[in-house]
Antibody, heavy 122, light 114 residues
Framework: QVQLQESGPRLVKPSETLSLTCTVSGVSMHHYYWTWIRQPAGKGLEWLGRIYSTGSTNYNPSLKSRLTMSVDTSKNQFSLTLTSVTAADTAIYYC????????????????WGQGTLVTVSS | DIVMTQSPDSLAVSLGERATINCKSSQSILSSSNNKNYVAWYQQKPGQAPKLLIYWASTRESGVPDRFSGGGSGTDFSLTISSLQAEDVAIYYCQQYYNVPQYTFGQGTRLEIK
């Protein structure tokens, strides 16, 4: 069974860098896209970006200048870094994977981590 | 970006009654190549990650009770719970996956018991 678990600092100071890691278990990371989604408190869901197992990335244009994703398939992990954070970046951050059918990823998400709340505050 | 707009923002329905949530996309998310609508619905309970309920507008995910159904085409979609149960209290989100990979979600609809 596919499981995802986010980890990383829960508190980040304004203007600093937010870094999170998602550890994947139950499946090889190869040949899949791996995604980050966030949810500010009491608000909706925002797709941040995704990384393929080879390292190819797609980012939300609104965050592209501050966002970097990486993958380490040997550790079964992928990561997110967001630079120059502000209070607006305070949110629950989820890692997720798109549903797979006939070896194709379809764009909807059927595997999610439990989420980790990151607060940007001095 | 494709904007997904849900209505209403909140909804209170009596137990056993029907609940319907609507979602409108800013452009058609019906593919002419496969005649599929690229919309999914999720349920999110407090303190939990979203759970996929429906995709391709009307296909139920495995294990989802059949009281949940999805409909619509083009730009207008709906999620219906035929007979509301107490465990259905949650926030519901629609999502488009037509514009790959710039996926977007609706703002959410809070469903409560009347």
């Amino acid at each position: 069974q596919v499981q995802l678990q986010e980890s990383g600092p829960r508190l980040v100071k304004p203007s600093e860098t937010l870094s999170l890691t998602c550890t994947v278990s139950g499946v090889s990371m190869h040949h899949y896209y791996w995604t980050w989604i966030r949810q500010p408190a009491g608000k909706g869901l925002e797709w941040l970006g995704r990384i393929y197992s080879t390292g190819s990335t797609n980012y939300n244009p609104s965050l592209k200048s501050r966002l970097t994703m990486s993958v380490d398939t040997s550790k079964n992990q992928f990561s997110l870094t967001l630079t120059s954070v502000t209070a607006a970046d305070t949110a629950i951050y989820y890692c997720a994977r798109e549903r797979v059918m006939d070896s194709a990823q379809l764009g909807m998400f059927n595997y999610w981590g439990q989420g980790t709340l990151v607060t940007v505050s001095s | 970006d494709i904007v997904m707009t849900q209505s209403p923002d909140s909804l209170a329905v009596s137990l056993g009654e029907r609940a319907t949530i609507n979602c409108k996309s800013s452009q058609s998310i019906l593919s002419s190549s496969n005649n599929k609508n690229y919309v999914a619905w999720y349920q999110q309970k407090p303190g939990q990650a979203p759970k996929l309920l429906i995709y391709w507008a009307s296909t139920r995910e495995s294990g989802v009770p059949d009281r949940f159904s999805g409909g619509g085409s083009g730009t207008d979609f709906s999620l219906t719970i035929s007979s509301l149960q107490a465990e259905d209290v949650a926030i519901y989100y629609c999502q488009q996956y037509y514009n790959v990979p710039q996926y977007t979600f609706g703002q959410g609809t809070r469903l409560e018991i009347k």
